[in-house]
């Protein structure tokens, strides 16, 4: 095994643990980014909305990307 693999091997139950914690407060986490975005949107006085936003936006995906654990064909599992 190299050095990638042990550290994947290493790495994967804090994913483990971060996707389920994703999944269970992706609510309240989405709402800590949404308010962050606009507390630095005003601080900044609006000169940087656009990237706020875009950066917000991938945040969201990544943490969307993060709660929805996959079921091995590329597909997330449905909805409980």
Request: aromatic letters at 2%; proline letters at 5%.
């Amino acid at each position: 095994m190299g050095f990638l693999d042990n550290l994947k091997a290493k790495l994967a139950p804090a994913k483990d643990k971060v996707s389920d914690l994703a999944q269970q407060h992706g609510d309240k986490i989405e709402q800590g980014l949404d308010k962050a975005a606009q507390t630095v949107d005003s601080k900044t006085k609006g000169k940087y909305s656009d990237k706020i936003g875009t950066g917000t936006d991938k945040a969201k995906d990544a943490l969307g990307r993060l709660s929805n654990k996959e079921d091995g064909t590329g597909t997330p599992p449905p909805a409980a």
